[in-house]
């Protein structure tokens, strides 16, 4: 990695965690650190599942555990453990919390007028966008993949979920009883495999691929919900699915598509994807596609 980027990302935290003060204990002018006032402002109105809160904000439990017991120590909010399952704890606003996390918005909001007031109005256009690219950046940084099985929860929740989408996109509608859908074993190793992308704990996005034996490599079932689209999930799905591939000696992948998902025909295109003649007889495709891959060294070699 280029060391002048390191120096810059280096230079860029120390001048943004001096400008908005989380270098001090009292931040916003309030009685409490950083790390309590963003917990505060991420529990919801109806109450915040804590397992799903120190997923976000990664952080381990026992500081979690710590802050908890802060803000319940002055009346911010309560924890319970939920009655279906006493092992999942839910935490809750007071009216005390409620009021702290309006004031909280308020000082924010203050903060941040602070940090454009000085600028003309083209430096404030370029500091915002410069942010929102910024914060894109990090959020796909975030990103993980991970292997699963087809029948584990998040991976049924994105088919479903893409499934629904086709049936909204396509002109003649979607069917999966009519799709040549690939079994749940051949997403399996060592026939292939399934990979769900989380951001903060929570599926956002799937990709399949299967391995048949004497025949090539083939990805399936591709998706990324809507509001992680801009993160470049789906050009990196293809480049890990390439790379499972070569790992297993493959050297060639393929894969269809239907005309109404033209980003994803353009990324094809863009990925070095070339378009082919009909490889198979999927009812819901009009465009087929493969690329040459290099298939992995051996160890050693």
Not at 106 to 135: F, I, K, W, Y
Not at 208 to 236: D, N, Q, S
Not at 274 to 301: L, M, T
Request: hydrophobic share 40%.
């Amino acid at each position: 990695m280029d060391a002048a980027q390191i120096d810059q990302v280096r230079r860029f935290n120390r001048t943004v965690t001096a400008r908005v003060g989380v270098l001090h204990d009292h931040y916003l002018g309030r009685e409490r650190p950083i790390g309590e006032a963003r917990l505060l402002w991420e529990i919801s109105a109806e109450g915040q599942d804590v397992r799903r809160l120190r997923e976000r904000l990664g952080l381990d439990s026992g500081y979690v555990s710590r802050l908890l017991r802060a803000l319940e120590a002055d009346g911010l909010v309560t924890v319970e453990p939920r009655p279906q399952d006493r092992r999942v704890r839910t935490v809750r606003l007071t009216p005390d919390g409620a009021a702290e996390r309006e004031l909280l918005d308020l000082r924010s909001d203050e903060l941040a007028g602070s940090l454009l007031a000085p600028l003309n109005p083209a430096q404030r256009t370029r500091l915002v966008a410069a942010m929102a690219e910024v914060d894109r950046l990090l959020t796909a940084a975030m990103v993980v993949l991970d292997p699963v099985d087809p029948d584990h929860p998040d991976a049924q929740w994105c088919l479903r979920s893409y499934f629904t989408e086709l049936q909204e996109r396509f002109d003649t509608g979607f069917d999966p009883a009519l799709s040549l859908l690939p079994d749940a074993g051949e997403l399996r190793p060592p026939r292939g495999l399934f990979l769900v992308a989380r951001l903060h704990g929570e599926a956002v996005g799937c990709a399949g691929l299967k391995l048949p034996a004497g025949a090539p490599a083939e990805i399936k079932r591709m998706w990324v919900a809507p509001g992680a689209r801009r993160l470049g999930l789906g050009r990196r799905f293809l480049a890990e699915l390439e790379a499972r591939a070569a790992e297993e000696g493959r050297d060639l992948l393929r894969l269809d598509t239907n005309k109404a998902l033209s980003p994803a025909i353009g990324l094809y295109h863009s990925s070095g994807f070339q378009e082919v003649p009909p490889f198979n007889d999927e009812p819901y495709a009009h465009h087929w596609f493969e690329k040459r891959i290099a298939p992995a060294a051996a160890p050693g070699a």
